[in-house]
């Protein structure tokens, strides 16, 4: 009955860290180029160190473990906005903007120009290009960026939009909303299989209606596991007092 019980608190466990993760997918689904998170669980089998000699041998348990989050990098859908800060990429990469921890890798391109002439994403980070960080002078103006990422103003050509390429997605690790950094080297030469957007922004890749099912299947899993719990807390209390009206 123990056996039972600690396999059965592994599982909501896990199922309690899975619906962290939905919450989570939920709660950014209108996040600019956010990207849904999913859980990677895996079997644990125990125990490893056993002796089949024994009258009763160990059985094996099956337990689940929580081994990590991995990110979902498909595309959101491009919805175009008109605004001349707001950018996306239509194929693979990601823009490089300026923290204090370093560059880091995004694809929320709702961008706007603070009060210095930055180009900054909404948390304030400055937006880089091949030549530094994207600045106006305040008499510029015509402020266009081309697919190529190359920036134009009325003062002429002021350089090109970084944008990161990494060949193995999962080599990035998330820092909050929709920031990534990652320790590999991308690549950033021109690709023909993307392109920067000028007046539009990528949207979430959460499936509102894929996450609701899931978080109506994990609830009922965890319901089942909590019931059986129950079971076998009245089967042990039934099997305590049974014991205890036996003649001495």
Known sequence: MENA???GLSRQVALRRELDVIANNVAN?????????????????????RDDQF???DR???????LSTWHDQSPGVVQTTGGANDFAIDGDGFFVVETPAGPRYTRNGAF????????????G?????????????????????AGDGTITTSEGIRGRLRVARFSNMQDLTKEGGSLFSS??????????RSR??????EKSNVKPISEMSRLIEVTRAYENVTGMLSRQDEMRRSAIERLADVPA
């Open 5 to 7: 019980s600690l396999v």
């Open 183 to 192: 320790t590999a080297i991308p690549n950033e030469t021109a690709s023909i």
């Open 112 to 123: 706007q120009i603070n009060a210095s002439g930055d180009l900054v994403t909404s948390e």
């Open 55 to 57: 009258q009763r041998p």
């Open 125 to 145: 980070a400055r937006v880089l290009s091949t030549a530094g960080p994207v600045q106006f002078a305040p008499t510029e103006t015509g402020f266009t960026v």
């Open 29 to 49: 689904m209108n996040t600019s180029g956010f990207k849904a998170e999913q859980l990677a669980l895996a079997e644990r089998v125990m125990p490893k160190a």
């Open 196 to 201: 920067v957007v000028q007046g539009a922004i």
């Open 60 to 66: 094996t348990l099956s337990f689940v473990e929580d």
